[in-house]
């Protein structure tokens, strides 16, 4: 028995996030083109947001046999329409991009460095207090995991933790996905997640809360690049620079 002949074909696939996949994922997905010679792929790539892979970029190889991969048509998307122009200046210098710019009008304060003067339930007490925001305006992106004592012993503080179980079904997940989101939006609680798993979403604030020495500058550039108007970092002292943001590393 095989499934193929229940298969969608498609004429054309658009790829996003084609940094996080492999080579594996590409033939399967080419295998889905009605015509392989005539159909399309469109691939939407970031290597700067590769945080699964170490530094592989996608090769035409990658694409099952006799399909052609054009690279003449490439296109670099310059125009950054997330984050206020502090923080897309912010993020820019985490990766040394000189290229991209912001076509959004709003400034907005500078990023925060927090470095010990508050902790975490004070800093999100101003947050909404002095500053006016509510818990669905804000996400906390932590290296830690989100049902850590840290987070658990945070009294006044309500939190939509998510924490997806891997193996799940496609829809389980989703929906899993949905009612979490649904929460946050619904200001049940401050959205609280590891730093890779808010990737592809976003807030109006996000506090990105560090304690592990191995967290790479990739992942510290995906959570930042979440925040739209408000961006607030909070390392310890286990060597991760983010002070000097032209020369992040992990000592």
């Not at 310059?78 to 912010?90: A, C, D, E, G, V």
């Not at 990023?111 to 975490?120: R, W």
């Not at 899993?176 to 989101?181: A, D, E, P």
Request: with cysteine; proline share 4%.
């Amino acid at each position: 028995m095989t499934l193929w002949p229940f298969r969608p074909l498609y004429d054309c696939i658009v790829i996003d996030e084609a940094q996080d996949l492999r080579r594996e994922h590409f033939n399967f997905l080419t295998s889905l083109l009605r015509e392989r010679n005539e159909g399309k792929i469109f691939i939407c790539s970031g290597n700067e947001q590769n945080i699964y892979h170490g530094n592989e970029i996608v090769h035409g190889e990658w694409f099952a046999p006799n399909f052609r991969f054009d690279l003449s048509n490439t296109l670099r998307l310059t125009n950054n329409l997330r984050n206020s122009t502090s923080i897309h200046s912010y993020c820019k210098r985490i990766i040394g991009d000189r290229t991209t710019k912001s076509g959004v009008a709003y400034k907005g304060p500078d990023c925060q460095i927090e470095k010990g003067t508050l902790t975490l339930l004070k800093l999100i007490t101003n947050l909404k207090e002095r500053e006016g925001l509510e818990n669905r305006d804000i996400a906390v992106l932590t290296d830690l995991k989100p049902d850590s004592e840290e987070f658990v012993s945070s009294a006044g503080v309500e939190w939509v933790r998510y924490q997806p179980e891997d193996g799940n079904p496609a829809h389980v997940y989703l929906d899993y996905v949905s009612s979490i989101l649904a929460a946050w939006k619904n200001n049940q609680g401050i959205f609280l997640s590891t730093l890779s798993a808010f990737k592809g979403l976003e807030a109006a604030c996000v506090v990105v809360y560090l304690r592990n020495r191995r967290t790479s500058p990739a992942e510290i550039y995906v959570a930042s690049t979440r925040a739209r108007f408000r961006l607030v970092i909070m390392p310890n002292d286990t060597g991760i620079r983010v002070d000097q943001p032209a020369r992040l590393l992990i000592r």
